[in-house]
């Protein structure tokens, strides 16, 4: 049984599907997941990936916090800590903490990821082409690679980067990594 962002998240994706005119199939085609895993999340029997979720919100063409911040509740702000959204990605461990999540006229947003160890997530299409992106490792190393080319990372350091081909986030077998992601 899921939890109930995750029950918003499954009707949301169904409506984001329905609003553009898409069947399953079409939908299929513009992500790369197959019909019947999409039938199964817009159903809420299984929840989405992070891969899976970055191939929908390429498709969509939309970031995922903003796709997240259509399933949560409306807004303060101050957002305190037991209020902040935590999406878990089933698979792999994956957490997203919506720190500052973005709001009607603010277009920043502040997230506070871990990224388990041995973990490799790849999301083929950026949601929104050219969003500037500022991530910050508070701990433990992180191998994030844009545009073809590989970043090794570790506690303090920054990559600043504007999100427009492929990205891949790869922690080691023995170390995971935390750290803070502001997209702009």
């Known amino acids: 049984m899921l939890d109930d962002l995750s029950n918003r998240l499954a009707s949301r994706l169904s409506e984001l599907r329905k609003a553009r005119g898409w069947s ?14 999409l039938s199964r999340m817009e159903k809420g029997d299984v929840s989405p990936t992070a891969e ?14 903003r796709l997240l911040m259509m399933v949560e509740d409306s807004f303060d702000p101050k957002v305190p ?14 957490t997203r ?7 009607v006229g603010l277009t920043g947003e502040v997230l506070e990821c871990h990224l388990p160890r041995g973990t490799d997530i790849t ?35 920054c990559l600043r980067y504007h999100l427009s081909g492929p990205t891949r986030f790869e922690t080691g077998a023995t170390r995971g990594a935390r750290y803070v992601l502001v997209l702009i």
């Open 24 to 37: 399953l199939d079409q939908l299929a085609e513009h992500s790369g997941i197959s019909r019947a895993t």
């Open 52 to 65: 899976s979720l970055g191939r929908l919100c390429a498709a969509y063409g939309l970031p995922m916090s």
């Open 81 to 94: 800590f037991d209020r902040q959204a935590e999406w878990r990605d089933p698979e792999t461990g994956f």
């Open 97 to 103: 903490r919506s720190v500052s999540p973005p709001s």
């Open 123 to 157: 999301y083929e299409t950026p949601p929104k082409p050219g969003q500037e992106h500022h991530l910050i490792v508070l701990d433990g190393m992180l191998t994030l690679t844009v545009d073809n080319t590989a970043h090794v990372l570790s506690g303090g350091d």
